[in-house]
């Protein structure tokens, strides 16, 4: 079955600072990936995607992501955090080996992002 | 273009009542998803409708989950009875085939707390 493992449950960083939030993968063939921000009491918003083009995908906020198939890693990055940056961070994977259907996300636990002043 | 809309936001409910969550999803998105989230966790899914088909239902507890999606456009889940294991959110999701890309988009979801 497919997993999906988040590096750090918080992640803290001062405003003007780089995000970084890891993910990490487990599968033999490559997966679509995506990373969704959730606010408080709001649902799930996507942030970006990768669907086998590209390895280094932008996506809104100013955010990006890295496919890196020889570490199984789709690690979130933001050069430079804004106050408004703080939320939770979800790393998801559909498709891939063992015949998982493209259809079902599977998620990662989540990483809350606070941003400092 | 209308996002997924989901009622009620809250709701608060004393253990072994019933209680029913809607869903209306995009315009034209085929497939239909349930998730439970509970706190401080990722999504889990509960069940996955192709049209009115649901052709993923291996994580909902049958015993007092149940849900239907008539017409193959809204759907409603329900719980009965209900225990104090089920406080959580609950978040519908829809998304469309077409392009391949397999992007869900998610309602703000339905908090409920059983008491």
């Known amino acids: 079955a497919q997993s999906v493992t988040q590096l750090g449950s918080h992640v803290s960083v001062s405003e003007g600072a780089l995000v970084l939030l890891r993910c990490n993968y487990s599968?033999?063939?490559?997966?679509?990936l995506f990373w969704y921000v959730q606010y408080p009491n709001q649902g799930l918003q996507l942030l970006l995607k990768y669907t086998s083009a590209a390895t280094l995908v932008k996506g809104i906020n100013g955010f990006e992501a890295e496919f890196k198939k020889s570490e199984t890693s789709f690690h979130l990055t933001k050069p430079s955090a804004h106050m408004s940056d703080a939320a939770e961070y979800f790393c998801?994977?559909?498709?891939?080996?063992?015949?998982?259907?493209?259809?079902?996300?599977?998620f990662g636990q989540g990483t809350i992002l606070t941003v400092h002043p | 273009e209308a996002g997924v809309v989901q009622s009620p936001r809250y709701k608060i409910i004393e253990k072994k009542q019933p209680v029913a969550f809607w869903c209306n999803p995009i315009s034209g998105h085929n497939t239909l998803y349930w998730y439970l989230q509970n706190l401080g966790q990722g999504p889990e899914l509960l069940i996955r409708y192709e049209n009115e088909e649901a052709v993923d239902d291996s994580q909902l507890p049958k015993d007092r989950f149940s849900a239907e999606r008539l017409k193959g456009v809204d759907s409603t889940l329900k719980i009965q009875p209900a225990e104090l294991g089920d406080s959580a959110v609950y978040l519908c999701?829809?998304?469309?085939?077409?392009?391949?890309?397999?992007?869900?988009?998610f309602g703000p979801g339905t908090r409920l707390t059983v008491t």
């Open positions: 999701a829809s998304s469309t085939h077409s392009g391949g890309t397999y992007e869900q988009y």
């Open positions: 998801a994977v559909t498709g891939g080996a063992g015949g998982t259907s493209y259809g079902k996300l599977t």
């Open positions: 599968s033999s063939v490559p997966p679509y």
